[in-house]
C-alpha cells in the first residue's frame, strides 16, 4: 500500500519558523522527484518547491529565500525547512513522489501562520 506521511505542520506567528517532513513507502517504481505543494482556501494548489532524485531544486517565486527543500533518497523521504512564515504561506501542504508511472500525494498537514 503506497503511503505519503506528511508531518510537521501546525500553527505558528508570523516571522517563525517549521519544518514539514514526509515518508514515502509502498512505491514500487523509482521516484523522480519529491515536492511540497500548498493549497490555501479557495486557491488553486500550487508547487512551493521540489527536488530531483539528483539534488536539483526548484523554489515557487514566493518562498525563495525562505525556504529550503531536502530530500533523503535512501530512506523515501522529504523535508521542507520554512523560516520567516507569513500569513499568506497558511495553507494545507501536500507532499508529492512524482515517478515514470504514477504522480503520488499525502493527505496534506494544515500550516496556520498568525499575523
Known amino acids: 500500500q503506497v503511503q505519503l506521511v506528511e508531518s510537521g505542520g501546525g500553527l505558528v506567528q508570523a516571522g517563525g519558523s517549521l519544518r514539514l517532513s514526509c515518508a514515502a513507502s509502498?512505491?514500487?517504481?523509482?521516484?523522480?522527484?519529491m515536492g511540497w505543494y500548498r493549497q490555501a482556501p479557495g486557491k488553486q494548489r500550487e508547487l512551493v518547491a521540489d527536488?530531483?532524485?539528483?539534488?536539483?531544486?526548484n523554489y515557487a517565486d514566493s518562498v525563495k529565500g525562505r525556504v529550503t527543500i531536502s530530500r533523503d533518497n535512501a530512506k523515501n523521504m522529504v523535508y521542507l525547512q520554512m523560516n520567516s512564515l507569513k500569513p499568506e504561506d497558511t495553507a494545507v501542504y501536500y507532499c508529492?513522489?512524482?515517478?515514470?508511472?504514477?504522480?503520488?500525494w499525502g493527505q496534506g498537514t494544515q500550516v496556520t501562520v498568525s499575523s
Open positions: 527536488i530531483t532524485s539528483g539534488g536539483n531544486t
Open positions: 509502498g512505491i514500487r517504481f523509482k521516484i523522480n522527484a
Open positions: 508529492n513522489a512524482l515517478t515514470p508511472v504514477f504522480n503520488y
